[in-house]
């Protein structure tokens, strides 16, 4: 089929003001929040899954690639076109079709914002936990598809955790429902479980079936500071293997730290080579005993503890976690910071080792890394700026994060904890999963034989 | 291949003492504790992956049904030989490899009993939470293919949600490894989520990465009885949607008390249409806190409320739910608890109709239907007593059955909730699953190509 004729086929089933061939147009579709780039040939808006079904059924029957796209915030090339096609702008989607409080769910399509979901259920006393650093701007669609998580993960686990069905659009067109409002099933493979993280390779998500739980009534904020990264590792190790569950256990290094505070002087924090940031929720009691237990569990090896006295110390101890990713782009304003080997994870006993070799790559390329994140969950954001109209940079800072990816990898960890494989880091799927690799291929060729699914993401 | 030639090539790869092909021995292989039959032809005890593998690849090259087993406790024939072939008995493959309580994980064969791994944890003062009906006796690896769960999934969810990383032996002897010790981790489709309960169809799971919670310090428990069903199941939706989170919430209808009570006759239970019994566990606080959360929320439904005044009141109405699997089964001496038509699963929303439903389904048929279960996930086991000699009493049964999972589908519930599909139940995976049940098929078909698999489970 023609161009024009893919293109008059798509105004037919979403209208002509819902798709666009325009180059202006292609061009905002063409990145996402990473360094991957990839031009669409047209970009859709479906306002239904009927929509999707027969876009993907044109796709389908013409060997389209087809990219579902939530709000681009991506951080690994997820959503950008790198085959061209067809982008599937999901935003349009975006209404909360149910509040079922005596289900405890919530009944979504896809492009609904993940904080409009949580405005929404604040008044109820609810909340849908995964809490990214975009949660003011991400579709619900793309955070299932990523799997994505955030700072209280080390508490309420991933996205994976509060699906409870999901409906699909297969690659031939085909709606299919996962899961449903039931609590407990074995019936079948868990198909939302195969799709969720699935990063759009397998099916597009239109709809979803999401858990949520009652707002905590208190939540209390502990700051410790250490001599050494390291020290702050064995700390974190301390305080889980205790039994520890804070809602969040953050880690700023030095390097963070004072990027913070030259990008806020007014933000107090202390001088430190490491802070851990805990965070408690439940009720009044079991929040003091969880700060009281936590400063226990760290007395030994941080060099200052304190807590925060009250709500405003509270919020301001996290206002300065949320500066990160400002902040640390302004530290140099010749250099820009850039995506990349910025995400691994490792097992929490791994964790004093991994924060010392980061280091010391660090100093062996001389590249400034700033490291902070979930540490709770054996996280680490490595933080690098460069100067990107230098190749030099580039070639140094893609060194460094295969440095940093290949030794996550080599003591049993992992080179995305929460943003993605996408395009970015399809190349160490092989080194992480071994002959797994091939049990997705089959996967992926016996869901999508075509491969117009999202190509050229994810290893598959 | 001839029979003789594969007993052969099967005593040179485990051994002559860990195959038989005698009647005696294939006979016990023949039933797990469904009313499922099927003899295999050869039963082997492998003790090894690399074992595991080589008779895989046997039974590829062969074309031979290969049935994985635990310890045969199953409720829908899961680990019956329907088709004959080889059945692996895991459980000479019972270590616990690694106990790692700085990552907070353990590393086991899957032969390990369910309670054999909580006795060697429970010094360290550390559980692994799924717990099963028959924890006594079940092995890891079965858990783990049927994504078993129990009384305390209300809070803890079910063994999926304590599945790190498995070891898997393909269809063709292929080992691979998924997930691992990080706890978080978006690289890649989750095969371990596949893996889990796909009940031996997919692959014969070998070791598994498991997490483990820090126990409880507290635990009490609150009885509470209601006049009609109905009103237990109202009480269940108000005490959930107010945020509480039970460590147990169970059921026990008019008939199962009078059951247990027949049984035991020293067991104090309260005279009731139904008893919800409610277990909280958490820190000493947060415990009180609980139990008079629940006390509020029931208070306006129940007859009567009491909370056990101590550890030993405690024990005992634990000791009566226990019994419920003996009990009614002693209600009539000449007839038999069969397990069918016993494990459906309901929104919470929907308990007090199903409550309603499934006695006015007994009525109409005139057959007693005892009701117990873990409410708290809409999950009501409904136990039924026949003359397993009269053909009248069978086809009634299963009449009574299927209208009690097609109520169950039709309210946007399942056919089981925990007991798994099996032989039992794959007749209803269409009407349950629709077209994603061609999405199973298709991964079946990629994974297993020659349908060795425990063939005649599942629907696939």
Chains 1, 2 share one sequence.
Request: proline letters at 4%; glycine letters at 10%.
């Amino acid at each position: 089929m023609q161009k024009s004729d893919i293109l008059e086929n798509l105004q037919s089933i979403v209208g002509d003001d819902m798709v666009s061939s325009s180059a202006a147009e292609l061009y905002c579709y063409s990145c996402d929040a990473s360094q991957i780039r990839g031009v669409p040939d047209f970009v859709v808006r479906p306002s239904s899954t009927d929509e999707v079904s027969k876009i993907a059924r044109l796709a389908f029957d013409n060997d389209i690639p087809l990219t579902p796209r939530g709000a681009g915030t991506g951080l690994a090339g997820g959503a950008v076109p790198v085959e061209g096609g067809i982008v599937l702008d999901m935003s349009s989607m975006k209404r909360i079709l149910e509040i079922d409080l005596d289900n405890l769910l919530v009944f979504v399509e896809c492009g609904v914002v993940q904080e409009k979901l949580n405005e929404a259920l604040e008044p109820y006393g609810f909340f849908f936990p995964p809490d990214p650093g975009s949660s003011a701007m991400c579709t619900l669609g793309g955070l299932i598809a990523n799997n994505g998580s955030g700072m209280r993960s080390v508490k309420y686990g991933t996205t994976r955790n509060y699906v409870m069905g999901l409906e699909v659009v297969l690659a031939d067109g085909t709606i299919i429902n996962t899961g449903s409002k039931t609590s407990k099933s074995v019936v079948g493979y868990s198909l939302t479980d195969l799709f969720v993280g699935s990063e759009g390779t397998l099916g597009i998500i239109t709809r979803a079936i999401l858990k949520i739980k009652a707002i905590p009534k208190e939540r209390s904020v502990l700051l410790a500071s250490f001599e050494g990264p390291e020290l702050a590792g064995r700390a974190v190790v301390k305080v889980l293997s205790s039994g520890i569950v804070p809602s969040a256990c953050e880690i700023l290094d030095r390097n963070i730290i004072e990027a913070i505070k030259s990008y806020d002087p007014n933000i107090s924090l202390p001088d430190a080579d490491a802070i851990l940031l805990f965070e408690v929720d439940g009720t009044e009691n079991s929040v003091k005993e969880g700060i009281e237990m936590i400063r226990d569990a760290c007395s030994s090896l941080a060099s200052n503890i304190r807590a925060a006295s009250d709500k405003k110390e509270r919020d301001e101890i996290w206002a300065a976690r949320r500066l990160v990713g400002a902040a640390v782009s302004r530290l140099d304003p010749l250099r820009t910071r850039v995506y990349v080997g910025e995400d691994v994870g490792v097992p929490i006993k791994e964790l004093p080792g991994m924060l010392n070799k980061v280091n010391e790559i660090s100093k062996e390329y001389d590249l400034p890394i700033m490291t902070y994140g979930h540490i709770g969950d054996g996280n680490l954001h490595t933080g690098m700026c460069i100067d990107v109209l230098e190749d030099g940079d580039w070639d140094k800072l893609n060194l460094v994060a295969d440095r940093i990816h290949r030794t996550a990898i080599s003591v049993g960890g992992t080179v995305t904890a929460e943003h993605g494989v996408g395009s970015a880091r399809s190349e160490y799927l092989g080194l992480e999963l071994g002959k797994g690799l091939n049990v997705m291929i089959l996967i992926k060729n016996a869901l999508d034989p075509k491969g117009i699914l999202n190509p050229g993401k994810m290893g598959v």
